[in-house]
Every structure is written in C-alpha cells, then in structure tokens.
C-alpha cells in the first residue's frame, strides 16, 4: 500500500511516524514499516495520510479522502 501513516498515544499524541506495507482485514491487522521502535505497547491509533511513498522513500502518489 505504501500509506504515510501517524502512529497515535492514548492522548491522541503523534508518537511517531509509519508507512502501511500490508493490511490483513480476516485478523484486523496491519503491517507497517517504521524509522520508529519499542512502540508497540504505546501504539493506540492511526492517522492515515494522503501520500503514498515507495520503499525507497520516494512519493508514489496521493489518496484521495475516503478512497480507502
């Protein structure tokens, strides 16, 4: 998918940064890829973006609102 995504605290709080690699919709997960680490406990939301990027970090377009 490559989704520009902010990962969020209890507070709402942006706690750091992420990209979509894989949504799994049958066990209600994602996969995500991040500069970003130990976050796992802290992770209680996600804010999607409106860009997609590549592995490479380049721009790969942008997500319409409420296309996904």
Avoid: A, H, W
């Avoid at 989704?3 to 706690?15: E, F, G, K, R, T």
């Amino acid at each position: 998918l490559g989704m520009v995504c902010s990962l969020l605290d209890v507070n709402c709080d942006v706690i750091g940064f992420c990209m979509i690699e894989k949504v799994d919709f049958v066990n209600k997960k994602f996969v995500i890829v991040s500069p970003e680490y130990n976050l796992k406990d802290k992770i209680k939301g996600i804010q999607f973006g409106s860009i997609r990027i590549k592995s490479s970090g380049e721009e790969n377009g942008f997500v319409e609102p409420g296309t996904v």
